[in-house]
């Protein structure tokens, strides 16, 4: 079977191996707080309560991380359906595979010349925030990924 015809099966199956190995974590963590917490004494039932909050905060960061990226997925799929994927396939790359600055800053100006054109569409703002991620700008990324994602949500 050819690499593309696999599509992200090995990055759902690393995801879904990390995600197992955290809950395991925090299983263990909730174990070791039960047992701390059960010698008794003010030091040990906070210690307890504060290894409960760790596994508590963890499991927090899993469930955001998880259900951002099934957003993200959803979004890039989404766009893709419409025909309106950023492809940067012929664009020039660095010996990395990212792609060049100068062409990730042209490809940035083209895509944000067409957010301003109609900035209502959340597949412009999608297509914004992978402009940024390709310049390399992940912070501004992060925030029009999620700014597309709740205008997706709000259009339907």
Known sequence: MARRDRGNLGQLLVIGFLAAAMLMYIGLIGAWAWMIARRGGGANLGLGFGMVLVGLVGLWILWSVLSNGYAHQKLAASAKALGRELDVSDLPKMPSGRVQ??????????????????????????????????????????????KAVSMEKSSR
């Not at 999608?126 to 029009?144: T, V």
């Open 101 to 146: 600055r100068d062409a990730a800053d042209a490809l940035f100006a083209q895509v944000k010349a067409e957010f301003e054109a109609d900035p209502d569409s959340w597949v412009n703002a999608y297509r914004l925030a992978r402009a940024y991620d390709y310049a390399g700008d992940r912070s501004r990324a992060r925030q029009w990924m999620t």
